[in-house]
């Protein structure tokens, strides 16, 4: 039985939480699509950095949050009015990486997994350069392929045998033919 992995993306010193995909209502709030698996990770006055997308990271402050049709709405303090919100949207909610929380026994922050060499059985498919969050359920592993396009490797539990940081592996049993597909 595979190992349970905690679904947070890293960037290096910083993991990202969520992703502020829209403004929602009038007094400056954000809908955040989650990238984590522990349902309380985001809480009322906890201290957050956003990656903007000019590459600038503004720090940003909790200071109320609810479940709204599929997102999480949070409240930044000093952000009160939709024009305040507008430069946060597409921005990266990220937590240093010294303060992640700690995991129970057995498992994984995905964002360990980049740099690990993904096995399909036996056979080598390459190293993981990034891990995407998208529609489907499951993050996509990026693997480099070659001269064409990467792969992306559905992570779920399903295809999953065994993750070994200590050997920076990640075994796998993919569908046939999702390699062909999945580029």
Not at 10 to 17: K, N, V
Not at 81 to 97: F, K, M, R
Not at 126 to 137: H, K, T, W
Not at 150 to 173: G, N
Request: hydrophobic share 40%; net charge negative; with cysteine.
């Amino acid at each position: 039985m595979a190992s349970p992995i905690a679904t947070e993306n890293s960037s290096g010193e910083f993991i990202t939480l969520a992703l502020v995909i829209k403004t929602q209502g009038r007094r400056g709030e954000v809908a955040v699509e989650l990238h984590t698996d522990v349902p309380d990770r985001i809480r009322e006055d906890m201290r957050l950095w956003a990656l903007l997308k000019t590459g600038e990271r503004r720090e940003v402050s909790v200071e109320d949050l609810w479940p709204h049709k599929g997102f999480l709405v949070l409240k930044f303090a000093g952000v009160e009015t939709i024009s305040d919100a507008e430069p946060l949207v597409g921005a990266e909610l990220q937590l240093p990486s010294s303060e992640r929380a700690p995991l129970e026994p057995g498992w994984t922050y995905l964002s360990d997994l980049i740099g690990c060499t993904v096995f399909d059985v036996e056979r080598e498919i390459g190293p993981i350069e990034d891990v995407q969050f998208g529609a489907g359920e499951a993050p996509l592993l990026i693997v480099p392929g070659g001269a064409k396009l990467p792969y992306e490797i559905p992570f779920a539990e399903a295809y999953l045998e065994k993750v070994d940081l200590e050997r920076k592996q990640v075994r796998m049993r993919l569908p046939e033919g999702l390699l062909d597909v999945n580029r």
